[in-house]
């Protein structure tokens, strides 16, 4: 009786197992066709001629050098019509620099965007990737593309493209956002993206834009968590070109892919990245004595790597944002004032003679007051894998010393390719954070360069291969594209792009 019922159940479960498998089988069947199809849709009509449009594509983080550790054959596709084999961003390669530099056209030092977390002394606020406070209008200078794009009467759709989700005054009176956008969520498929941009694109010629943004990240992801040319970068790339595919395939049905009435196609990165490790690291608190209170504010690009650090290290978005100004000396008269009124009333809690406003391959440093040459002779020669300079002194290749910016703090460390930078307390705590990938140091290694590949009827049609290009004229180039008549100021030259168009 017991071995009957234990042999029914046995039947049962294998009927179970089976059933599961069909449906698994056919769903997955169902899926692809469901896939082929989508691919298809739109109708070709030659009556829309996209030939002053463009869409820019970032990949964060592909490396110039990427095809040779990946099959990326879409991607190569683009390469055979244009080919800039090293994107230059600016210094320092951070994604928010870099793409807001895109944008705009303009160096950091001009943009505002100097690095991924900053400390603005005038209104004693700090930014930091993904914080409510780096929505304020005020932290984005100059003018990115889609406002100047229009004030010309043209209309701009963004999937995701740094500050496109913040109103920006550019040369306008009142804070504008791009015609179209979404707000950045990176649960968003790169399906859904793409299918986000062929809505805007099959909108009626009144309403559709010329400009189009679509971002993805995953490139990035991997580069950190494993290095670059992992087994994980590798897959995330290719990855990445099935989707540009998929992108082609749904231009190609509109006809609207390498025709003369097609659409402009820009694939670029914001900057490379370089392999890192526990064993390169810079303990800054074994040189100087540094301001630890808000210390995690600081860490603030590593929190947002690492997402689960939130649980146990001490975090707090809006006492970052906000900082208590009574710890803080600053170059600015207006917090210097502010200050001394403090440190009458309250001395500071410690005694300590610099604060750490970023850890960063960029490291920014206040001193304290009266302690700048202090801080400086200490830290000048204290490692052989870094480079300390004081604001004025930074070789002008970087365009990263003007005066005006209160932004760019009086000490900046510029790390050695492949080193990191750390307090004891965070590295002994953390030291595997260190292992992986990064980016972020002077933008004249290699390792930092991006790549940028096009195709489209506004550029030259046979094979156009640039050694180099720095990243600010993609503002020039989106301009020349869409026919822009009158462009923000910025620091590109028209000349520089010329080659690349018929
Ligand atoms: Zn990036």
Redesign the pocket.
């Known amino acids: 009786m017991m071995a009957k019922q234990k042999t029914q159940s046995l039947k049962v479960i294998i009927a179970v197992i089976l059933v599961c498998i069909f449906l698994i089988t056919f769903s997955g069947i169902f899926l692809f066709m469901n896939f082929k199809e989508e691919q298809f849709v739109g109708a070709i009509n030659e009556d829309i001629d996209m030939s002053q449009s463009v869409l820019i594509i970032s990949i964060?983080?592909f490396r110039h050098d990427y095809f040779e550790c990946a099959e990326a054959p879409n991607l190569k596709g683009m390469s055979d019509q244009i080919h800039i084999q090293k994107l230059i961003p600016p210094f320092p390669s951070?994604?928010f620099v870099?793409h807001y530099s895109q944008i705009t056209g303009l160096y950091p030092a001009w943009s505002g965007i100097v690095a991924n977390t900053m400390y603005d002394s005038e209104q004693n606020l700090t930014f930091s990737i993904g914080s409510s406070s780096s929505q304020e209008s005020f932290w984005w200078w100059g003018e990115p593309f889609w406002i100047s794009n229009q004030r010309e009467g043209h209309l701009s759709g963004t999937v995701f493209w740094v500050a496109s989700e913040v109103g920006i005054y550019g040369r306008n009176e009142s804070p504008t956002y791009p015609t179209y956008y979404l707000s950045y969520d990176r649960d968003v498929t790169y399906k859904a993206r793409i299918d986000q941009f062929f809505d805007w694109l099959d909108l009626p010629e009144a309403i559709r834009p010329n400009f189009y943004t679509l971002y993805f990240e995953s490139v990035?992801d991997m580069g950190h968590m494993y290095g670059p040319c992992s087994k994980e970068v590798t897959e995330a790339i290719e990855d990445v070109d099935n989707w540009i595919g998929y992108l082609i395939r749904g231009l190609e049905a509109r006809g609207l892919w390498k025709a003369p009435n097609g659409l402009n196609v820009i694939v670029d990165s914001?900057?490379g990245m370089t392999k890192t490790s526990k064993d390169k690291v810079i303990i800054i608190d074994d040189y100087i004595q540094i301001e630890t209170s808000l210390i995690h504010c600081a860490h603030m690009e590593h929190l947002h790597l690492y997402p689960s650090l939130k649980d146990d290290f001490r975090y707090n978005d809006l006492d970052c944002q906000k900082r208590n100004s009574q710890l803080f000396h600053d170059d600015s008269r207006q917090n210097k004032k502010r200050f001394q009124k403090n440190l009458n009333q309250n001395s500071p809690s410690q005694d300590y003679e610099a604060q750490v406003v970023n850890f960063s391959p960029v490291t920014q440093i206040i001193p304290a007051e009266g302690k700048e040459e202090q801080v400086y002779q200490k830290l000048v020669n204290a490692s052989q894998n870094w480079t300390v300079y004081k604001k004025e002194d930074v070789p002008s290749k970087y365009h990263y010393s003007w005066e005006g910016n209160s932004r760019i703090k009086p000490i900046i460390i510029v790390l050695d390719l492949g080193w990191s930078i750390s307090d004891r307390a965070y590295y002994e705590k953390y030291p595997d954070n260190f292992n992986g990938g990064n980016?972020g140091y002077a933008n004249d290694h290699d390792d930092m360069a991006g790549f940028f590949v096009a195709s489209g009827p506004a550029f030259v049609q046979e094979n156009n291969s640039i050694e180099k290009l720095e990243n600010l004229e993609i503002y020039q180039i989106l301009q020349k594209i869409v026919g822009l008549k009158n462009p923000a100021p910025n620091n590109g030259t028209m000349k520089n792009v010329e080659s690349l168009f018929q």
């Open positions: 964060d983080a951070k994604t870099s990035d914001d900057h980016h």
